[in-house]
């Protein structure tokens, strides 16, 4: 076997193979930022692997995945440290909402290396890759179904206050009042009060109306007070009494008396 080929070896043994999502395609996945991403695979041989992200508008070297601090060679703190199993696997779950700064559309290469290394320090480095696509946010539209009303209210209220009020012949209580969820359509309102005349109206109330009534009732009229009849002065133990005259015979006396006197 030639150095070469033990090399070539060497390298596919150590090469991390990343489980993804089954709706990626190509091996690419494809989300929004925000959302969470779960990535595993293998890493024979190793303790730990080191995560590290580039793309649009990001420091040549790349960025933690998480808390999106830009990564130096030999520094481990600076990377996402992911330790790996003893039997070679691991996983990680990528916040991506954890950078610390909102990641532009466009695509994005996650890499995990076998030791703390930055982009311009691959050249021997073994690591492997991730393509990550960010979209446009899907909007989610939500229609909300509006019942168009049927029933209308009525605000009644009076002078004078504290009257009945019936409405299609049905008792609805003492002024001031509101009456709700009243049918759409004619209806007659009647508005009573004693010593007042009677209050009445036919209405139209309209789907979703609210309608206000202000009603002014008139005082009754009083009847006028009859004569009082004083009777005539009589003496002690006497009844008064009253005799009526026929006016046919006070004018034949007068007559009588008239002809005498000539």
Known sequence: MTRRTSH?????????????????SAGTIQTVFGNDIPLSGTAPGSDFIYLF???????????????????????????????????????????TG????????????????????????????????????????????????????????????????????????????ITPLQISDIPAGSHTLVIIHDGYSPYRADIVISAGETRDI???????????????????TTPPGRLASFTLVPLGAVALAVFVLGRRRR
């Open 98 to 173: 954890s950078t610390g700064r909102v990641l532009d559309q466009g695509t994005y290469v996650i890499y995990i290396v076998q030791e703390p290394r930055a982009l311009p320090d691959l050249d021997d480095a073994v690591y492997t890759t991730q393509a990550v696509v960010f979209g446009q946010p899907v909007v989610t539209v939500t229609l909300t179904l509006v019942t168009p009303p049927t029933t209308g209210s009525l605000v009644v209220d009076s002078s004078p206050g504290m009257s009945m009020v019936s409405l299609d012949g049905n008792p609805a209580g």
């Open 214 to 232: 202000s009603a002014v009732l008139q005082p009754l009229i009083p009847l006028a007070n009859p004569t009082t009849l004083v009777p005539p």
């Open 8 to 24: 070539a070896a060497l390298l596919l043994f150590l090469l991390l193979a990343i489980a993804l999502p089954v709706s990626c």
């Open 53 to 95: 992200l580039t793309g649009p508008n990001l420091p040549d070297g790349g960025i933690s995945l998480a808390g999106g601090t830009p990564v130096v060679t030999g520094n481990a703190a600076s990377f996402t440290r992911v330790e790996v199993n003893t039997d070679g696997s691991w996983s990680y779950t990528w916040s």
